[in-house]
């Protein structure tokens, strides 16, 4: 019912929504995010001063009269989802604020509840901008901030503002996590730290982001001490490759490099424990292979069912290539047919980046015979060419390869 609800309201609410929201909508990330801080901040007459903001308890405390009255929705089964409540270990709980545990369509209604923040803003000091507050606000999620010239400014006049905007739908503002920080001094935001090191700004995995990381991989190292080291491997690559990518367009070698000191460390210990009467060469012999100019790989060789070997590796984040992420345009709507050219360049682009994608586009490649369907020339490297959907996605189309198409990008489009 909730899955139903939504395929309506998420239109109405990726039309209205701020613009420089980008928390769990269709198409946008915590990359859009980090970069659109990184464009309001980067320059050297950008603002010096951030409100770093943060919503308390924003899904449990949302006011559902606010709700009720102003999501278009259907009002009536909107508010039986309100008040259902929840059950935890046989005993019902009601709810009297907030939006619908563990719902599907609790992400929308959170950010049209949030949705107007912007824009407010834009109303309540309509001459920011010619009078040199360079103000810009950027939300994901509950987690928000908002630039600005002072920090008086900020502090008497943007926060109450903020305030008394939420205040109307049942949210206040978390004093622990809400400050006002100078861009020298840098803040925390979606897992990065963003400072201006002598007037160079600067986006890195922030220091409790690779603490958390570094944790993660140390419960499973512990949770493993038995593990065969093929089946550790394959337990540790997805945690590294997936905070890698992670953080794959930030300034973030020297993390990655940090990283893989420690990972070299942990696994080091496990495998000398796991043979405390065997000297460090036969460690080392045992678990650390050579594998190209590279000495301690950590590496096992398993045999397949067909008598060949394959080699297991542990992954290293510092191959990890830093690649500078293309941020969504801010009044880009998935939902609108307008848009579907733009979108399909987009997520043409991101599928050569997955080696799943690149295959993906292999099949479509075959299919058409490596020809471009609207001049009948083949499709190659040195030509620019894009992928495009048989039926439009906003028309009910998949992403599948059967509805996939590749065209040379200076073809005319057939829609």
Not at 64 to 76: E, V
Not at 94 to 99: F, I, Q, Y
Not at 191 to 197: D, E, L, Q, S
Request: aromatic content about 10%; some cysteine; proline content about 5%.
């Amino acid at each position: 019912m909730q899955a139903l609800h939504l395929l309506a309201l998420e239109p109405i609410a990726e039309t209205t929504a701020d613009l420089n929201s980008y928390g769990f909508r269709p198409e946008r990330s915590t990359a859009d995010a980090g970069k659109q801080c990184f464009n309001s901040l980067v320059q050297k007459t950008a603002a010096e001063w951030v409100l770093e903001a943060d919503i308390k308890g924003c899904f449990d405390n949302i006011s559902h009269d606010w709700m009720i009255a102003n999501i278009p929705t259907d009002k009536a089964i909107l508010k039986k989802w309100l008040k259902a409540g929840f059950v935890y270990q046989n005993e019902l709980f009601p709810t009297d604020a907030g939006t619908p545990q563990g719902g599907i369509i609790s992400p929308v209604l959170a950010n049209m509840t949030l949705d107007g923040l912007e824009s407010m803003l834009a109303e309540k000091f309509p001459n920011a901008k010619r009078t040199g507050r360079k103000m810009n606000m950027v939300r994901y999620a509950d987690d928000f901030i908002i630039t600005g010239n002072s920090k008086e400014w900020l502090e008497h006049e943007v926060k109450p503002a903020v305030v008394e905007f939420l205040a109307e739908r049942g949210l206040v503002l978390s004093p622990e996590k809400t400050k006002i920080t100078h861009i020298r001094e840098g803040f925390d935001f979606l897992g990065w730290n963003i400072r201006k090191y002598d007037g160079t700004l600067l986006m890195k995995p922030s220091k409790a982001n690779v603490k958390a990381h570094l944790d993660k991989i140390r419960e499973v190292i512990k949770a493993n001490k038995t593990a065969k080291q093929a089946n550790l491997i394959r337990l540790l690559n997805p945690v590294l490759r997936g905070w890698a990518n992670y953080h794959s367009h930030a300034v973030a070698k020297e993390a990655f490099g940090k990283v893989d000191t420690y990972v070299w460390s942990m696994l080091w210990q496990w495998a000398v424990r796991r043979h405390p009467n065997k000297g460090d060469r036969w460690v080392k012999r045992k678990y650390f292979k050579s594998r190209g100019t590279r000495t301690w790989v950590f590496a096992a060789t398993e045999e397949k069912e067909d008598g060949t070997q394959k080699n297991i590796i542990l992954l290293k984040e510092m191959d990890t290539p830093i690649v500078r992420h293309i941020k969504i345009k801010a009044d880009a709507n998935p939902h609108d047919p307008q848009w579907e050219p733009y979108f399909e360049s987009r997520w043409g682009k991101k599928m050569l980046n997955s080696t799943r994608g690149r295959a993906k586009l292999y099949r479509v490649w075959l299919r058409q015979d490596g020809m471009c369907p609207t001049c009948r020339e083949p499709i190659t490297k040195g030509i620019p060419w894009d992928v495009r959907h048989i039926v439009k996605r906003t028309d009910g189309g998949t992403d599948a390869a059967s509805n996939l198409k590749m065209h040379h990008l200076n073809c005319g489009r057939n829609y």
